[in-house]
């Protein structure tokens, strides 16, 4: 059974830096540190061996073995059976046997005992598991935090990951970075504790389970009775259903009991529970008494441009009216509230063109002049074709044709550049800067292999600033062309 919330897409214009972080942090110790465990092994086998451990202590190891998991005659004679170093494995690993060691009167009374065993505890002790995990009949601060970054096998880490991703995303969008990490660390912890509380055993515990199992809880405490999107899957059934978030706690707590009571696999149950059941009142209870923000625009999912749609919808409607009366006003009104919206620039630019309105069409121009590209691309080039026609004069004004110039020169439009550079190029008195753009110009031209316009273009230089630093630049520039 597979019970997932499905309420909210990945939004990468928020993206969960947290979450990747942690997946890659876990995802870098299990490869990176986790990856010479095997090695650990073997070292540390090889010192119980060497130091004659298992001589002295087979019989010991397989009659607490035995005992301790019931096994029958023929199971006790397959583990007996078992290869030296195999077997060696077992009795090192066996924490609950190591006790029984330390405390026979034999092992008490033997020096040379005692120290050819510490020697291989403290290279079995290297091991990730057993330097870092959790073991709640030997408590450690190390293995209450260590062990939820650590992992048994690829499939553990990759399954945990993705539950990691799937409610991480939407839950560090909802309740912050910082808040979010301190809950996920929080849920960790207390899973690891209520296993030391419930079932001191003597086991070590690894995995980011519980804090995960923490960040489901929290899913369902942030949102409550909302109703929300889940996807299920039961055996061949599989689909979604809304239902409010808080119905399916007693869903994943109830699978987690059965697992308890029931289950005979090495899942970690007191974990999930622990972890899940923080998880939940860490977020559910604060939120009861209003000692907890969340993003609600992005639990309801409200769209942050609802308003600015809202009136550009009314603008459309005078337009479409030719209201433009009103519009005009309208429009002025909400490019100071709306600044470089590029929907705004492309209802208002023809309105302002078309009844000539220098107002209207100095606010939109100096917005549109100072959007980055690409946004402002489309526009620029309507600009510039619209500035061909007779009839603009105001589109023809210096000023305009000069910023139009320097936003095509941007954009690497250069067919339309360079009819505004040529109205620029007739004025008696061209502005300082223009040598500068006609040299940018030129460039643009040369990389289209336009060898008769950047000849224009140094022609006009050489005539009209004879003296500019980019005549010269320019006339170099263009002798490379020849040359290529």
């Known amino acids: 059974m597979l019970i997932l919330p499905a309420e909210h897409p990945l939004d990468w214009k928020k993206p969960p830096v947290v979450t990747l972080l942690l997946i890659l942090l876990n995802v870098l110790i299990y490869f990176g540190y986790q990856g010479g465990d095997q ?25 607490s073995f035995a005992s301790r998991r019931e096994l029958d005659a023929s199971q006790q004679r397959a583990v007996a059976a078992l290869p030296r170093s195999q077997l060696a494995g077992l009795a090192l690993t066996d924490l609950e046997f ?32 057993y330097r870092f995990g959790f073991i709640p009949a030997k408590f450690s601060v190390q293995g209450l935090f260590g062990a939820m970054f650590l992992h048994a096998d690829f499939g553990h880490l990759a399954g945990n990951m993705l539950f990691l991703f799937i409610f991480g995303f939407a839950l560090e969008i909802a309740l912050g970075r910082w808040l979010y990490l301190g809950l996920y660390l929080l849920s ?12 001191p055993v003597w086991v070590t515990g690894i995995g980011a389970s519980g804090a995960i199992s923490g960040l489901m809880g929290m899913y369902l405490g942030v949102y409550g009775l909302r109703r929300i999107n889940f996807f ?44 899940m059941g923080a998880g939940f009142l860490a977020v559910w209870l604060p939120r009861q008494v209003g000692q907890l923000k969340v993003d609600d625009a992005y639990l309801h999912k409200d769209d942050p441009d609802a308003a600015f749609k809202r009136e550009l919808a009314g603008l459309d409607q005078l337009i479409s009216r030719f209201a433009l009366d009103q519009a005009v006003p309208r429009g002025l009104d909400l490019l100071q509230r709306y600044p470089a919206r590029v929907a705004l620039l492309e209802r208002l630019y023809p309105v302002a063109k078309s009844r000539q309105d220098k107002a209207l069409l100095s606010a939109v121009l100096k917005q549109l002049f100072s959007l980055p590209e690409p946004s402002a691309r489309p526009l620029l080039q309507r600009l510039a074709e619209d500035s061909n026609e007779a009839e603009q004069p105001l589109l023809r ?14 954009a690497g439009v250069h067919s339309h550049a360079l009819k505004a550079w040529r109205r620029l190029s007739q004025l008696p008195n061209q502005p300082t800067q223009f040598p500068a753009l006609t040299l940018q110009l030129a460039k643009l031209l040369g990389q289209q292999r336009d060898l008769v316009a950047v000849r224009e273009l140094s022609s006009f230089l050489r005539q009209a600033h004879p003296h500019a630093e980019q005549t010269e630049q320019l006339g170099l520039y263009q002798q490379h062309l020849s040359r290529g």
């Open 39 to 63: 090695a650990r092994q073997a070292q540390a086998v090889k010192l119980y061996l060497d130091g004659g451990l298992l001589n002295r202590e087979r019989a010991m190891f397989l009659d």
């Open 188 to 199: 960790g912890l207390a899973s690891h504790l209520l296993w030391w509380l419930l079932d």
């Open 232 to 275: 299920y899957w039961l055996g061949p059934l599989f689909g979604y259903f809304r239902a409010p978030a808080l119905w399916i706690l007693p869903v994943w707590m109830g699978k987690e009991l059965y697992g308890l009571l029931l289950a005979t696999d090495h899942v970690n149950y007191y974990a999930h529970l622990g972890g």
């Open 98 to 129: 190591e006790q029984r060691v330390h405390y026979d009167p034999s092992y008490q009374a033997d020096p040379a005992w005692q120290q050819a065993r510490q020697r291989a505890e403290a290279a079995r002790d290297r091991i990730s598991n």
């Open 397 to 410: 004004h210096p000023a305009i044709q000069l910023h139009l110039l320097q936003g095509l020169v941007r």
